[in-house]
C-alpha cells in the first residue's frame, strides 16, 4: 500500500483548482478512490494529529529549499509544536528574493504547508501568526502582494478545498490597514471584507422575501423547521443539480428529515433560484426534489442587487438552525451530513 502524502494532496487540489474543466464528478471520484484505497491525505477537513502533519512537512516530504524552523526538543505536546511552529514558520524565508514568486514549489508549497499548521492552533493564535507574517513580509511590497494574493487564492476563492473565511478575516484587517499593495487591489480586498462579514457563522441569516412558483411570498425567518439548509442554485448549473440530487439521496439527511411530521419538521431544504430566467427555473422544477423542499425565486432580484448574500458561486449552501442562526456557511454536504452524525 502507498502512502499519499501531503504534499501529494495538496498537488491534486492545485490540480483541481487551476483545471476548471473538470467535471465535478470526475475530481470527486480522483479524491474518492485516494480514499477508499486507504491512501494517506490531509486537509482541513481530516482529524490527523499534529505529530503526522509534522511528519509529513518535515520529515516525509520536505520542501528543500524553504528553511523551515526546528522545534525544540522540549516542545512535546502537539498544540505547543503547532503554535511554535505558525510562530517561527517565516523567520527565515528570504522575503527579499522576488525571484521565489514564481516558484511555486518553494514559496506557494511553503505556504500551503503553513495555512495547514494554523488548522492546529488556537484562532487568537492563527491570528497573531498571520500578522506577523506580513510584518516580515512588508520589507518587500512584491512579496507582500504575493502573499496576500496567496491567501486570497486558498481562503477566499470558493474552489479553494482550503477555503476558510474567519482565517481570512485578519489578512484583510492587515492589508487594508497598510499602504503597501497596488492601489488598484485595494477597492478589490474593501470588497471582500464587506461581503465576508455578512452573514457570519453564529449570526442569524439576514432574512429575506422568496416567491413560491404559486406567487405567495414567504419570509426565510418565518420558516418553522429545527434545522434549515438554505440552497441557492440555478437550473443552468449542473453542480448544483448534481449537488441537490445528492442531498435528496443522502441517508443521513434522510434519516433527519424521517423525524419530520405534521406537527414538527426536523429538517427541511429552502432552494433559492437568485436570477430572472422564471420560464427555465420553472421547467427544471419537475426533475428537482421535492419531498422536504422548497423551491423559490427572488421575484425582486434584492439578494443580486444588493448583495444580501455572497454568492460567489453555486450551489452557495448554508445550515440554520430553528432560529435561523448560521451554524455552517458555505458549507457542503459532507460537513452538514458530519454535523448531524455528531448529534447521534
Known sequence: MHEFSLRHFICLAKLIMKTSYLSSALILFVLYMFASCGLYRSNPATKESFDELENAILVQNPNPNFPMPKIPANITDEQGKAIYLSKYYWEEFPFEDTTLINQTDITEQGFVDYIHVLNYIPSKHARRSIKYLFVKAQTNPSMYTHIASLFEKYYYNADSPFRNEELYIPVLETILASDILPEKDYEKYDFQQEMIHKNRIGSKATDFVYTLQNKDRKKLHAIKSNYLIL???????????????????????????????????????????????????????????????????????????????????????????????IILKDTSLEEIESFFLSKR
Do not use: G
Open 231 to 325: 440552497f441557492f442554485s440555478t437550473p443552468e448549473c449542473s453542480k448544483c443539480v448534481a449537488v441537490a440530487d445528492e442531498i435528496h439521496n443522502s441517508e443521513v439527511l434522510a434519516e433527519v428529515c424521517s423525524l419530520n411530521s405534521f406537527s414538527r419538521t426536523m429538517l427541511c431544504v429552502l432552494n433559492i433560484y437568485p436570477e430572472s430566467n422564471l420560464s427555465l427555473w420553472r421547467q427544471s422544477l419537475v426533475a428537482m426534489p421535492q419531498k422536504n423542499w422548497i423551491h423559490a425565486y427572488d421575484n425582486d432580484m434584492i439578494l443580486t442587487n444588493k448583495r444580501v448574500y455572497d454568492l460567489k458561486a453555486l450551489p452557495t449552501i448554508y445550515l440554520l438552525d430553528k432560529n435561523k442562526r
